[in-house]
């Protein structure tokens, strides 16, 4: 399974590392599921996720990116035809159709209104429960 991860579900994985986010992340670096990414979504986690207000060691961020870099599947997107609900996303959206991603996940899904079919636009738990229907019997999404 592809999926893109919008920011906000990489900073609750790191809060809460029993909650629902934290799960979405192991699968990304276990490997059971590909993770898209371009420049601009590695920027924006690296920004984000080196705000003091979050209090994540510095080292343990750089770490994580670079598996996040070595994992990800880059994308080169171009730009939608169309506006979304928040612009500041719209980079998470054009990586998610341009690298056919089964499931963008967010915890604002408000932001992106209706994808383009067959993108489908989860949470962290319903992309969970999602991603256990698709499980084939290897263990792979």
């Known amino acids: 399974m592809r999926v893109v ?3 906000n579900v990489l900073v609750s994985a790191l809060l809460t590392s029993q909650g629902p986010s934290a799960r979405v992340l192991n699968l990304i670096l276990q490997e059971a599921v590909a993770i898209l990414i371009d ?3 590695l920027d924006e986690y690296q920004a984000v996720l080196k705000r ?3 209090g994540f060691d510095e080292e343990d961020v750089n770490e994580l990116m670079e598996v996040i870099d070595q994992m990800g599947e880059f ?3 171009t ?3 169309f506006a979304i609900p928040d612009v500041s996303d719209l980079p998470f959206l054009e990586v998610a159709l341009a690298g056919n991603a089964n499931v963008l996940i967010t915890g604002n899904k408000k932001d992106y209104g209706k ?3 067959p993108l489908k636009i989860l949470n ?3 992309f969970l429960d999602y991603q256990a229907l698709k499980m084939d019997p290897l263990g792979k999404a």
Do not use: C, G, M
């Open 5 to 7: 991860l919008d920011t």
């Open 52 to 54: 003091p207000k979050f």
């Open 39 to 41: 420049e601009r979504i």
């Open 75 to 77: 994308v080169i997107a």
């Open 79 to 81: 730009p939608l035809p």
């Open 115 to 117: 994808p383009p079919e």
């Open 124 to 126: 962290p738990r319903e």
